[in-house]
Every structure is written in C-alpha cells, then in structure tokens.
C-alpha cells in the first residue's frame, strides 16, 4: 500500500518567507511524528500527534513553528518567518498505534528546505 | 533523558567484507532499541529492532545486531556487504512508553567494489 508521502520535496524561500510542509501519513495510522535532519544537529524530534490527544510539541525549536493535524490525517508543519538556520530535510513518520515504544514509525522521504 | 552514541561517522568497506556499527545508549529507563537506514534521497527504513528475549535480534538484507545491556550498546553487523549497502545508518531508542525516537548522529556506509 501507499506510504508515508510528503510535499513538496523540495522548497526554497527567502528569509523571513512563511513556509507550510504538508505529511500524509499511512492510512489508519493514529500516530504523526515530525523530525528535522541537519547537518549540524542529525536527527531532531519536532512533535507528535496522537489521536485526538493534546500534541507533544517539546521539539519545537522555537514558536514560529507550528504544526496541526486535520481530521486526523493529513498534517502541515509550518514555519513562520524562516531563518537560514531552518535549512534542514524535514521528515514526517507514522504509525499505527500512539504511546508504545516498540512500535516502528514508517518515515516519509522528507522534505528538504533551503532559505537562502 | 536518553542519549545515542555512534562511534564511526563514516566506515568505508570493501564488497563482501563484513561490517560492524557501534552503538552506545544512554538512558535513566528502560528503552527499546532501533537501526534505521536511509538510503540517498530517501527517507528511513527499519532494519530491525530490540524489544526484549533474545539479545541477538536479525533484521532485513541480512543485518543483525547484539544488544549488550551491561555495556549499554547495539552494535550493527553483517557478514557481507554488497555495494547496495551504500547508505547512512541511524541508532535510536524509545522509552517503553515513549513517543518519540531519540536518534545517534547516523554512520555513513560506504561499499568499495
């Protein structure tokens, strides 16, 4: 079946731009993770979806980012008044149960953001 | 809080050789473990994964890994490469009730014909 899909693959902006990062997850999938892949920090943690539950927004570097989730599927990270340092590959994952440690999240192919 | 140690920022390897990836792990609780590979423009994929039982845990294309609790690692191994194998691999763990996956900086396999 379909995986994990996300758009656009590419994007560049110019600082100080608004920029949204759209995730489809798996069909069924209660559970959206987003992460962030640069060079400088690897592999971040950004925030989590669960069901209708309260997100985990803890990863969120700073508050021009924001995420939300819609009918409990398709989610949109978005990035307000971006910065170069926002330049990274961001990657939205799922699966199909929420709080369980064990379970494997299936990633999309990212997103890879550059602000020049 | 937990913490992910990759040793080897980079392993080149001749085809059919064996490799090893180290991993090291900190953590206050107990933590399920993971290898992700992320092949180039790609996004990851489960190798494989230590819940709990047996310490030696077989995952896809061949790879298996060890889990070692008194030295806190998950080493990565396979006894032949292919030049397939090309690709950046990632250690992570999640608390056993956990929501998100802590990630080592990733160590990149290069497969030499």
């Known amino acids: 079946g379909a995986g994990v899909s996300q758009s656009p693959s590419n994007k560049v902006t110019e600082k100080g731009k608004d920029v949204e990062l759209r995730c489809d997850p798996i069909s069924g999938h209660t559970a959206l993770y987003w992460y962030r892949q640069s060079l400088g920090q690897g592999l971040e943690f950004l925030i989590y979806?669960?069901?209708?539950?309260?997100?985990?927004k803890s990863g969120l570097p700073s508050d021009r980012f924001s995420a939300e989730r819609t009918g409990g599927s398709v989610s949109t990270l978005t990035i307000q008044r971006t910065q170069q340092e926002d330049s990274a590959v961001y990657l939205c994952?799922?699966?199909?149960?929420?709080?369980?440690?064990?379970?494997?999240?299936?990633f999309g192919p990212g997103t890879r953001l550059t602000v020049l | 809080a937990q913490s992910v140690t990759q040793l080897d920022s980079q392993v080149p390897v001749f085809e059919e050789a064996p490799v090893e990836l180290r991993c090291n792990y900190s953590s206050s609780v107990s933590v399920y473990l993971f290898w992700y590979v992320q092949y180039p423009n790609q996004g990851l994929q489960l190798l494989l994964k230590?819940?709990?039982?047996?310490?030696l845990v077989k995952g896809i294309n061949g790879f298996e890994a060890e889990f070692n609790k008194s030295q806190t690692s998950f080493h990565l191994r396979k006894p032949s490469v292919h030049i397939s194998d090309t690709a950046e691999y990632f250690c992570a763990v999640n608390k056993a009730a956990g929501n998100k996956l802590t990630f080592g900086g990733g160590t990149r396999v290069l497969v030499k014909p």
């Open positions: 230590y819940l709990s039982g047996s310490t």
């Open positions: 979806f669960q069901g209708n539950s309260a997100p985990d």
């Open positions: 994952a799922s699966s199909p149960h929420g709080v369980a440690g064990y379970n494997e999240q299936f």
